[in-house]
C-alpha cells in the first residue's frame, strides 16, 4: 500500500504493509528516532507525534490510516540547531536524564501549552497522566513547564 502524509512540513511517502505502525515507520522508514518504543502498548506515552494536531500515541497508529495526515514528531518541534521553548526549559530545569520518556513529554506538553499557556502545577500534572519517566521524577518537569511562564513575564 502507498501512503503519503505531510511528516515535518514535507510530503512523505511509505510503501508497504498498512498495519505498520506509525513509530515504526518514523524510525525504520523515515530514520526518525527521537520517537521512542517503550512499551509498544499506547501506555507510556514515550511515542507520542502530533497527528492533525492532536497527541497521540504512533505505536497504535497503523500507517494505513493516515493518507493525507499532517505528522509532526520531537524533530519537527524545534528549528535546525535551536531547541524550541519546552525543549530549553527541560534543558535549564536538568529534566532530562535516560532520554526515553523526554520526546513524548515534550510532544504531549507542547500540546498541552497550545490550549493552556499558563496553567497550574495541578494541570501541568493532570495533562502528563499519560506519559511516565522513571528516572527523573515528575518534580523538575513540572517546575520547568512553570519557567517558561516565568521566563515570558520576565520579558
Known amino acids: 500500500m502507498t501512503v503519503n502524509l505531510?511528516?515535518?512540513?514535507?510530503?512523505?511517502?511509505?510503501?508497504?504493509?498498512?498495519?505498520?505502525s506509525l513509530l515504526d515507520v518514523l524510525r525504520e522508514t523515515f530514520r526518525l528516532t527521537g520517537t521512542?518504543?517503550?512499551?509498544?502498548?499506547?501506555?507510556?506515552?514515550?511515542?507520542v507525534?502530533?497527528?492533525?494536531?492532536?497527541?497521540?500515541?504512533?505505536?497504535?497508529?497503523?500507517?494505513?490510516?493516515?493518507?493525507?495526515?499532517?505528522?509532526?514528531?520531537?524533530?519537527?518541534?524545534?528549528?535546525?540547531?535551536a531547541l524550541n521553548a519546552l525543549q530549553l526549559a527541560f534543558?535549564?530545569?536538568?529534566?532530562?536524564?535516560?532520554?526515553?520518556c523526554f520526546p513524548g513529554m515534550v510532544m504531549t506538553l507542547s500540546k498541552f501549552q497550545e490550549t493552556n499557556p499558563t496553567p497550574s502545577r495541578a494541570e501541568?500534572?493532570?495533562?502528563?497522566?499519560?506519559n511516565i519517566c522513571r528516572c527523573t521524577g515528575y518534580e523538575r518537569i513540572v517546575d520547568a513547564v512553570l519557567s517558561?511562564?516565568?521566563?515570558?513575564?520576565?520579558?
Open 6 to 20: 505531510t511528516l515535518n512540513g514535507e510530503i512523505r511517502t511509505f510503501f508497504g504493509d498498512p498495519r505498520t
Open 36 to 47: 521512542k518504543p517503550v512499551c509498544r502498548e499506547g501506555f507510556c506515552g514515550a511515542c
Open 49 to 81: 507525534v502530533h497527528i492533525d494536531g492532536l497527541a497521540v500515541p504512533s505505536c497504535l497508529r497503523p500507517i494505513g490510516l493516515l493518507q493525507g495526515a499532517s505528522v509532526t514528531t520531537i524533530e519537527g518541534l524545534a528549528q535546525v540547531d
Open 91 to 100: 534543558k535549564d530545569q536538568d529534566v532530562v536524564q535516560c532520554g526515553m
Open 124 to 130: 501541568i500534572k493532570a495533562a502528563m497522566i499519560g
Open 148 to 155: 517558561m511562564q516565568s521566563r515570558e513575564n520576565a520579558q
